[in-house]
């Protein structure tokens, strides 16, 4: 009875172990999911940028008529220019789709003066590109057709990036979610981990009971190799002793015997 008792204990500190791994490791799971989807998503300030796999945003108060085409690729080339809180204002480049040209005439119309209705800032979202050489070109061309004479500066080669950097942001191209099958794959490892902390605790023993056994086999093991052990010590001892009677009676042979 008591040999039940404790088995049934062992059983339960096995099903309360096992479901706390679970836990942890679903834990670290999700944690490192939802860390993973925060990044995916993340949406990184242009002045901020770093890299050109960085999807970002600009918010721009003017924009320029286009002074350049990509035609290949379908899309044209403006100024625009992004204001910050204290007032200071930056001119940058971006990309836009031909056929989005509409969705900023009214901007456009307002930075040319060619309308009073004040606009709204814009938010354009996108990756940044390498400004080619032929770019770079058409910029230091057209850009004192966007900024106004008392901000003119002479732009050049040289000092291109110091002014306008030397990427432009590229509307065209949505953001992409790279990350979304390595989240998708630990949210599936994490529901298989919450399946099997309902097996533990519901099965009928069947996981505790391969975890008992193996636990039990091995001490099996371990008792008969120290039962093992314990005769061979026994057997040794035995054939001590009987070495050291046999040379006890030897001996006592040999005083017994008269020299003639």
Known sequence: MAKKKGKKSF????????????????????????????????????SEVKTTNQYSYLEIIQMSEPFAVIKNEDKQIHFVREQEDNGSWHTYLVAIKKEDYGKYKKLIDYTYERTSDEVEPIKLYGYPIKISDSIKNLAIKNIENFVPIENKVVLTEKNFEKYLTDTYLDTTKGQKHDLDYIVIILLVMTFILLVLIVVTILDKDKIVDGVDNLIEKELDERYKNKILEENKAILRQEKEIRKKAVTKEKIEDEEDIEII
């Not at 096995?14 to 989807?37: D, E, G, M, N, P």
Request: hydrophobic content about 60%.
């Open 11 to 46: 059983r339960l500190f096995i099903k309360t172990f096992l479901c706390l791994i679970y836990l942890l490791i679903s834990f670290v799971l999700v944690v490192s999911a939802y860390r993973l989807h925060l990044k995916d998503k993340e949406i990184i300030k242009w």
